[in-house]
């Protein structure tokens, strides 16, 4: 019997995915608020990523969300690999070789604006074009606040929050009110389609 291939759903898996890497970005950069605000937003940003967490899982599965297929996977795969590579390269070319630190974290976020892009070309899905186009902005101001001094010893506080915690807070809220409204849309769908059936 041939092996059944799993399907990611991959609306949820996306927002998953964003949510997890949103904390990260928050918990990371906080540092830059100082002492007195850096638990306060770590706390925010953590109650803030259970309940879209909640508001993700709580859901109703759905055979009619959004699933890659396998030529999209493949794609998605490239990409990651890609993006791991360029990240890797590029924040050691920053620290390492042109000695300037400050430049790796816009440098992550300008790579993860391009992938979200090439994301949208692959998957179609029009989160990505907003979500990428904001976050590769927000990195390429960061890359110009780090590569031009124009932030002196202040380099690393200034890329933190532009392109770290405004990063990290969008990449969490990015479908919240979304998967917020979901599981009614989704379980009237259900309803609808059980009454067809049986009806």
């Not at 964003?18 to 950069?29: D, E, K, R």
């Amino acid at each position: 019997m041939a092996k059944r291939s799993v399907q990611w759903n991959g609306a949820r898996i996306g927002a998953l995915i964003g949510a997890v890497g949103g904390l990260a970005f928050v918990v990371f950069n906080a540092w830059s608020l100082g002492e007195t605000w850096q638990p306060i937003v770590i706390a925010v940003g953590v109650v803030w990523f259970l309940w879209v967490l909640w508001a993700i899982l709580r859901v109703p599965e759905d055979d009619q969300a959004y699933r890659p297929d396998a030529r999209q996977m493949q794609a998605f795969w490239i990409v990651v690999v890609l993006e791991v590579v360029l990240i890797v390269g590029g924040t050691q070319l920053f620290i390492r070789v042109l000695d300037t630190p400050s430049a790796s974290l816009p440098w992550v976020a300008t790579v993860l604006g391009v992938h979200w892009l090439v994301f949208r070309m692959v998957f179609q899905q029009d989160v990505f074009l907003w979500l990428g186009w904001f976050t590769l902005t927000l990195g390429v101001v960061g890359l110009m606040v780090a590569l031009t001094g124009v932030a002196e010893e202040n380099a690393l506080a200034a890329t933190a929050i532009c392109s770290g915690l405004f990063v990290g807070a969008v990449m969490t809220d990015r479908d919240a009110e979304r998967w917020c409204a979901a599981p009614a849309v989704v379980r009237r769908r259900l309803r609808r389609r059980s009454c067809a059936t049986f009806g």
